[in-house]
Every structure is written in C-alpha cells, then in structure tokens.
C-alpha cells in the first residue's frame, strides 16, 4: 500500500513540476468543431510580474482537418498602447503529410510560439485576438484554439 502511495505522490508532483514557467493558459472550444470565418476568438490577460515571456497559440484539432495549415491573424493589444498584430501560417502537417503536435487517437494536439522573449509589462493588461483567416467560411476539424504565456526560459544576452 505504502508503495502504491509513493508512486501516486511522484505522479502528482510531476503534473506540478511540468511547467512552473506558465503564467497563462486558456483555450476556447470551436463549436461544432467547425470554425467560422468571422469568429474571432478573444483572451484576456494580466500579467502578474513584469518581464520577459515567450507567447504560444495552441490548437487542438481531428484527425479529418483536411489541409497541410492553418492560417490565422494573431493580434495583441495592451492598455500601455504597444499594439501587434501578426499574421501566421501554421504547419500542422509535414512533409509527408502526416500531422506534426502531440497526437492521442483522432485529436491532435500544437503549439506555435508566436512571440519569443517579449517584454510584458506588470501594470498592463492584455487581450489577445485570434482570427482564422483561411479561404473557406466555415473551417471543419478545429477543436480549440488558445493562448499560453511562459515565462522566458533562455533570456537574450
């Protein structure tokens, strides 16, 4: 029994552990998994600690997504007025086709760094929009869509 409890105890400390650097993660469900063109996902964050920080877009999509990527338009406003707005296009398959990310039965798991080593400020708060700007109006397999904020591991020298 005792060695049962131990193993249990690892187990959590590693789900702990995994990444102590994440300020913010949130993720939005598609409905349907059908993404409308003109719906355009919205996050809010407030960063508690002024400093460096790497940003990801997170997108669980099924197995049937038909296309090699995913483009979308990925802007960040702050209330300090520092305004960016990025266009992606994200791979989700290789070159072989074969989808890239985290894969468990049909759903597929990524995430793209959209900002690396970004200068976030503790006295704004932001909002971060994500729009799916590929040619088709209504876009079948995307699952969620989210942010994640990391504290910047390797800091420029």
Not at 15 to 40: G, M, P
Not at 133 to 141: A, K, Q, R, S
């Amino acid at each position: 029994m005792e060695k049962k409890l131990f193993i249990l105890m690892l187990l959590v400390l590693g789900l702990f552990a995994c990444n102590n650097n994440k300020v913010f993660e949130q993720h939005q469900k598609i409905d349907n998994n059908t993404w409308n063109r003109f719906k355009s996902l919205k996050f809010n964050a407030k960063i508690e600690k002024a400093g460096n920080y790497d940003i990801f877009v997170a997108i669980r999509h099924a197995n049937y997504y038909e296309y090699k990527n995913l483009n979308i338009d990925f802007a960040m406003y702050s209330t300090t007025g520092e305004d960016r707005i990025k266009p992606l296009q994200l791979m989700l398959r290789d070159e072989e086709n074969n989808f890239v990310g985290k894969g468990a039965g049909d759903i597929w798991d990524f995430s793209f760094p959209v900002f690396e080593n970004i200068a976030l400020d503790d006295s704004a708060n932001y909002r971060f929009e994500i729009d799916n700007v590929m040619p088709i109006y209504e876009l079948p397999g995307i699952m969620e869509v989210g942010i994640i904020i990391e504290k910047t591991k390797k800091e420029d020298k």
